[in-house]
């Protein structure tokens, strides 16, 4: 199977980008707040109304629906041969409780688009495709987050999923059954091929002017919690030669962590996002500092490698400066590299369609790596304003949006095979 | 007059140890705590009994006393000439509210000793000698701290300091008549020169095994606040190179801060004490920080250098981050050097005693350092235990209080000249 060349009839489909724009503002009423954004919490009665209307949207484009127990939903237009797994794309549509208009919704938004467009040309697949709204990704509302795709790729157990309670107390299988999306239960379906179309939720192809993102892989993650014990004692009469400082030796261990993530750039990660000192008083040596630290690198080995970078600079911090520095790993998140072979289609169709593309990876979480870890799967990023998401000022631009959709529409028919 | 020599009656006068120790021990059972310390807040009913006990001890030795209006009090013994401004020492009994049994308590029960002593061997000195209790030196309760002797020095008027409240809206001038304590206003009479004992509050003394602290000067300070305006992002999709970490920034300050005091020992200080991250947030990279400077030298213009080498290491690291750094200035308190022939006088009768001693700065604020802008003044220090104070657990040796108080002793009666 060639996936970079389609059917001469096919060569010439594009999807309707005013079309795809028109539906995510649709979509964006429901939950919408007056500053452009959208608050639509997993499982809420907003959730239901926007999972009501994309199933309305999917069943007119002749889709047959299917809900699993965990409440993904699987709109299906039929293959020549429903035998063969179908080729599969989605998101979500839960948001930030101060979300944008886009995160999520694009993916799912961009797969019923593909849909019409495969209508309104009249193009037939060998495999049937689907697209998939997964329950709960944002995990404002219930952790885990990326719930529905967990599920369905095996990282926990539907039962785990279920059980777990929001803030007021209402459990995931209560919410699911009051919004009529608890569906049947039953082993996850085999899926040919996944995409996943999303913002890039970074500045990366901003700040490069390219408009498709070729994901390479999600990196692995890392987090830790780092103490330094040093020794608490008055700023005046206490001199330098007799400080255990323990900000001043935190203060070298922030910028080791960024030293180890810029030696392995482009794609490794370190970040020191939240620090607390104690007692933090203004002429108060500190005596404690606590920090987190977030490692994320594209592969194992990698990681690893920073893993250890850390806890030396930790030991030497510590000897040098004759305080105790303790680090606990408390996350690990393991990479997950997309499938090479769906990784070259999204590439070679952008070319193909004449977009300006680079290769990035996906340093935040995503539907299509739990599914990536049961199905070949690869995704397509485009650019939203400034990088910015979790933010009801969230923006992409619609030409972006549309090219991006072009490639997953390209991608998804080689996978899935033109037959007439 | 040459301080270094006493008549030879006088060359062999020893205080007596263990009765300083018996006074500091009666003095800290009034608001002493259960675990060993001393609760003593400033103008409070245990305070006057304080005050009242100082009060009966000193009209026992034969003092006259006085009290002005800010409430310090002065125990005076006469002289051979009593139109010499006499010779002064003292420091407070007021304490922290968790404070121990020597700060400031010391140099009080140390003067009371020195009258002793000269009363048991019938020593006449030609200048009067005196003995103060300062009011409110911890600012515990009410601010400013070194209330009494920064009126006496006109640091601010006594207008300014009666009108304070307490948290409970309680003024100073309220408080000082309800114990009694209210005394006559008048211009502060003339001190021929002041010496003030008192532990040293840090670690130099006894990590150099070191007996008495000359103290050559209190250092000046230069205290910030500082604000590191970074943009705040997604830890796993924005790239290194693409970051503006407002807590990077800040880190490599700290190491500066601690650069610019090392590159001036011994005795400048740079600390960090409070740091403030925002959002705080495991994967957000910091968008602002905001910490705390305080910078301290024994003179002004190395102070001054090293406000220069401040906001020049603020203008380099915004520069080259392409981030913005704001400094604010919010405290200046200048340097105050002591009266070199009084600090030569206690390197001198310190030596001539046979006590190992050692030039010092002091770090913190003492009365002292208010008496010496109006008089000629000089402070000796003895070791605190671990350099621990404002802590119940403060300690000290009770054969280095003693030393102290010959130091004091010899150091007053060089000034005032012994007559019989």
């Known amino acids: 199977m060639d996936l970079n060349t389609s059917a001469p009839s096919v060569a010439a489909l594009r999807i309707d980008g005013a079309r795809l724009w028109q539906s995510l503002m649709d979509l964006a009423r429901i939950g919408g707040t007056p500053k452009g ?7 809420t009665d907003l959730d239901r109304q926007g999972r009501d209307l994309f199933a309305q949207w999917a069943r007119d484009a002749g889709c047959t629906l299917r809900v699993d127990a965990i409440g993904n939903i699987f709109a299906r237009r039929a293959g020549a041969d429903d035998s063969l797994p179908p080729v599969m794309t989605g998101s979500h549509i839960d948001t930030q409780p101060t979300g944008g208009k886009f995160d999520g919704n694009y993916g799912v938004m961009a797969g019923l688009e593909v849909l019409r467009t495969l209508n309104a040309a009249g193009v037939r697949t060998r495999a049937p495709i689907e697209v998939a709204v997964w329950t709960n990704e944002e995990g404002s509302r219930f ?3 990326m719930m529905g795709s967990g599920v369905f790729a095996g990282a926990f157990t539907l039962e785990h999923a279920l059980a777990q309670r929001d803030a007021q107390g ?3 299988g209560e919410a699911l059954a009051a919004i009529g999306y608890a569906g049947e ?4 379906p085999a899926v040919g091929a ?12 901003e700040k490069h002017g390219r408009v498709i993102g070729v994901v390479q892989a999600a990196l692995g993650q890392r987090w830790y919690d780092v103490t330094v014990h040093g020794m608490e004692a008055h700023a005046g009469p206490t001199p330098m030669e007799l400080r255990q400082d323990a900000l001043l030796a935190a203060s070298h261990l922030v910028a080791e962590v960024n030293r180890i993530a810029v030696n392995r750039m482009p794609h490794a990660r370190g970040t020191v996002g939240s620090l607390e000192v104690f007692p933090n008083s203004r002429n108060v040596i500190p005596g404690r500092v606590k920090f987190s630290v977030d490692l994320r690198a594209p592969d194992d080995a990698q990681l690893l490698d920073m893993d250890a970078a850390l806890r030396s600079a930790c030991a030497r911090i510590a000897a040098e400066r004759g305080l105790r520095v ?3 790993q408390v996350v690990y998140f393991p990479p997950q590299p997309f499938t090479p072979h769906l990784v070259e289609a ?5 070319a193909d ?3 300006g593309s680079m290769d990035v990876v996906s340093g935040a979480g995503h539907d299509a790596v739990y599914v990536a870890r049961v199905a070949p799967a690869a995704m397509i990023f485009v650019p939203c304003a400034d990088g910015i998401s979790h933010n009801e000022i969230e923006d992409a631009e619609p030409a972006h949006l549309e090219a991006g959709c072009n490639v997953l529409l390209r991608a998804m028919l080689a996978a899935a095979e033109v037959v007439s």
């Open 185 to 188: 239960a039953g082993p996850a």
């Open 143 to 145: 952790v885990p987050v």
């Open 37 to 43: 954004g959208v608050c639509r919490l997993a499982l």
């Open 194 to 205: 996944y995409f996943e179309a999303h913002i890039e939720q970074g500045p990366v192809l």
């Open 346 to 350: 999204v590439r070679a169709n952008a």
């Open 353 to 355: 369609l004449g977009y």
């Open 326 to 328: 303790d680090v606990e």
């Open 170 to 172: 209402v459990s995931v």
